[in-house]
């Protein structure tokens, strides 16, 4: 198992690794309302995603929430995570997925290496638009037909409450979804499709969940 180079935050992938080993879920906690708006997340992006098997990266697997839907459907997954636990995780639940520690702004793959590149709930533990714009640059880097990304955004009041608020070691921003529009425009990409979660206002739900593609025809 390789490790790329890395730009982590040790203390943020320390508490991830301890919380990998207490046994961070796999399933949903539905009884939160975090966990139903993460659930609606992974829905639809699960029906963006035709049945045919791709090759896909999930950046930031944790337990495999994606990896494992995803490598049930048939396609070639690898989960990528900074977190040994969270990968041991998926390693414990199937062999058909592979597995690799590693940072999402500095993926250990070749240009367009896979198809799709899925890298949701994890722009919000790093800690500035700089380490945000990286991971987004490298997803499309190694992706050669659409990228997944999601905000979890700034401009709802009671999410960036929340996340300023918070006193753990997790690191958790809350940003913006012209941030990230921005980043995607920077690397050639074009929005393709997008939702806003737990909001009928896009504009300012808590999250927005974003399909952009490589190539030149999209609504950008
Ligand atoms: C909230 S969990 C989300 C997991 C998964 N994407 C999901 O939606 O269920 C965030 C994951 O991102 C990982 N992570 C955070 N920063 C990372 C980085 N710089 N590189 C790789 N993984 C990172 C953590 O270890 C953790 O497993």
Same mark, same amino acid.
């Given at each position: 198992?390789?490790?790329?180079?890395?730009?982590?935050?040790?203390?943020?992938?320390?508490?991830?690794?301890?919380? /990998?080993?207490?046994?961070?879920?796999?399933?949903?906690?539905?009884?939160?309302?975090?966990?139903?708006?993460?659930?609606?997340?992974?829905?639809?992006?699960?029906?963006?995603?035709?049945?045919?098997?791709?090759?896909?990266?999930?950046? /930031?697997? /944790?337990?495999?929430?994606?990896?494992?839907?995803?490598?049930?459907?048939?396609?070639?997954?690898? &989960?990528?995570?900074?977190?040994?636990?969270?990968?041991?995780?998926?390693? @414990?639940?199937?062999?058909?997925?592979?597995?690799?520690?590693?940072?999402?702004?500095?993926?250990?793959?070749?240009?367009?290496?896979?198809?799709?590149?899925?890298?949701?709930?994890?722009?919000?533990?790093?800690?500035?638009?700089?380490?945000?714009?990286?991971?987004?640059?490298?997803?499309?880097?190694?992706?050669?037909?659409?990228?997944?990304?999601?905000?979890? @955004?700034?401009?709802?009041?009671?999410?960036?409450?929340?996340?300023?608020?918070?006193?753990?070691?997790?690191?958790?921003?809350?940003?913006?979804?012209?941030? =990230?529009?921005?980043?995607?425009?920077?690397?050639?990409?074009?929005?393709? &499709?997008?939702?806003? =979660?737990?909001?009928?206002?896009? &504009?300012?739900?808590?999250?927005?969940? =974003?399909?952009?593609?490589?190539?030149?025809?999209?609504?950008?």
């Amino acid at each position: 198992m390789a490790m790329s180079d890395s730009n982590w935050d040790e203390q943020s992938r320390t508490a991830w690794e301890r919380y /990998g080993t207490e046994g961070y879920p796999v399933q949903f906690d539905e009884d939160t309302l975090s966990g139903k708006l993460q659930k609606k997340e992974l829905l639809w992006i699960l029906s963006q995603i035709p049945q045919k098997r791709f090759k896909i990266l999930d950046a /930031g697997c /944790g337990p495999g929430r994606y990896s494992l839907e995803l490598t049930k459907r048939k396609n070639e997954v690898v &989960g990528l995570d900074f977190a040994q636990p969270m990968l041991k995780q998926i390693r @414990n639940k199937t062999k058909e997925c592979a597995v690799l520690q590693g940072d999402i702004q500095y993926l250990p793959f070749t240009d367009e290496r896979f198809d799709i590149v899925i890298m949701v709930n994890v722009l919000q533990h790093l800690k500035t638009p700089q380490m945000r714009f990286l991971a987004v640059k490298e997803a499309f880097r190694v992706s050669k037909e659409y990228v997944f990304v999601d905000v979890k @955004n700034k401009l709802n009041p009671i999410l960036s409450r929340r996340y300023k608020n918070v006193k753990d070691e997790f690191i958790r921003t809350a940003y913006s979804h012209s941030e =990230i529009k921005q980043a995607i425009k920077k690397c050639n990409g074009r929005i393709v &499709g997008s939702k806003g =979660i737990g909001f009928p206002i896009k &504009g300012i739900a808590p999250f927005i969940v =974003i399909k952009a593609s490589k190539s030149p025809r999209g609504d950008s």
